[in-house]
């Protein structure tokens, strides 16, 4: 699948920002779809992702503050993010992963597609 994100930016301290990511060449309604995120001098870290049926993971640190969905009829996930912190700063990557689910193999970065990345900078 080739995926293009959009939607990043820079953001005061308490604010949102809604990411999309256009999915396209690959059957969208059955892949788990999710976002990475990795932070300057820091390792990727897995966010949250989207089965094919609608189930969803969350990282601890985003529990609660970040929702993250897809519309199968548009080939699009979103990733809706409030109350934002500087520490939620990074480039955010979406992923596609073809079945099966599997938690582990996207805490590993086990995923078969990647976007190139949207920017989020959040200033305290």
């Known amino acids: 699948a080739q995926l293009v994100e959009s939607g990043g930016g820079l953001v005061q301290a308490g604010g949102s920002l809604r990411l999309s990511c256009a999915a396209s060449g690959s059957i969208f309604s059955i892949d788990s779809m999710g976002w990475y995120r990795q932070a300057p001098g820091k390792m990727r870290e897995l966010v949250a992702f989207?089965?094919?049926?609608?189930?969803?993971y969350y990282a601890d640190a985003v529990k609660g503050r970040f929702t993250i969905s897809r519309v199968n009829a548009r080939n699009t996930l979103y990733l809706q993010m409030n109350s934002l912190q500087p520490e939620d700063t990074a480039m955010y990557y979406c992923?596609?992963?073809?079945?099966?689910?599997?938690?582990?193999?996207?805490?590993?970065?086990?995923?078969?597609?990647w976007g190139r990345g949207t920017r989020v900078t959040v200033s305290s």
């Open positions: 989207s089965t094919n049926g609608g189930n969803t």
């Open positions: 992923a596609a992963r073809k079945p099966p689910e599997s938690i582990a193999a996207w805490r590993a970065g086990l995923v078969d597609s």
